[in-house]
């Protein structure tokens, strides 16, 4: 089951202000493993007694996002280029 992936904030003037080829590339590679596991893809959540407040790296970015399972939609709150 895909999750809709969503971007606010600084996560979305981040991803908006990278090149069209980067931020192609981190679309595919989020749609490719949060959206589809939010909990896996090597993601782990900062804040003890927070599942839903994750952090992965994807396309070698750091991703900080929430997981609303209810509504099966992640929430990218920031992003960080490595």
Known sequence: MAYRI???GLADVTRTRL???RRQAL??????TIG???????SNAP????RDYR???????LVVYYVSASV???TAVKLINL
Do not use: C
């Not at 679309?27 to 490719?32: G, L, P, V």
């Not at 804040?47 to 927070?50: D, H, L, M, T």
């Not at 952090?55 to 970015?61: G, R, S, T, W």
């Open 6 to 8: 969503t971007y606010v």
């Open 19 to 21: 090149p069209k080829d």
């Open 27 to 32: 679309d595919e590679a989020m749609s490719r």
């Open 36 to 42: 589809h596991d939010p909990y896996g893809h090597g």
């Open 47 to 50: 804040k003890k007694g927070e």
């Open 55 to 61: 952090q992965a790296v994807v396309a070698d970015m």
């Open 72 to 74: 099966l939609t992640v």
